[in-house]
Nanobody
């Protein structure tokens, strides 16, 4: 299983970014996909999930600002992030489970300047 995330960068507060994650080695269409983040000095937290039926869930702090989506044909999952604020600064990780194991992408850094 390989997860390759991209799309991070430096953005000013109020700006937007779209993260992308390509998955291989799994039956993508039936897998729930997740985005997590880890801010400096903090524990990793679950940000958004999308299941096989494209039902989504978000942590409270990003509701109304972030949107997770998937493209099964391209084996891609996306995280559209709007109205970013400095508290969103973190390394963002793509994640899924397969065969009872957790798999993680390398992470992509998002830095939001005030």
């Amino acid at each position: 299983v390989q997860l390759q995330a991209s799309g991070g960068g430096l953005v000013q507060a109020g700006g937007s970014l779209r993260l992308s994650c390509h998955a291989s080695g799994i039956n993508f269409g039936i897998k729930a996909m997740n985005w997590h983040r880890q801010a400096p000095g903090k524990e990793r937290e679950l940000v958004a999930t999308i299941n096989r039926d494209s039902v989504t869930n978000y942590t409270d702090s990003v509701k109304g600002r972030f949107a997770i989506s998937r493209d099964n044909a391209r084996r891609m999952v996306y995280l559209q992030m709007n109205s970013l604020n400095p508290e969103d600064t973190a390394v963002y990780y793509c994640n899924t489970q397969n065969g009872g194991r957790n798999f993680w992408g390398k992470g992509t850094l998002v830095t939001v300047s005030s």
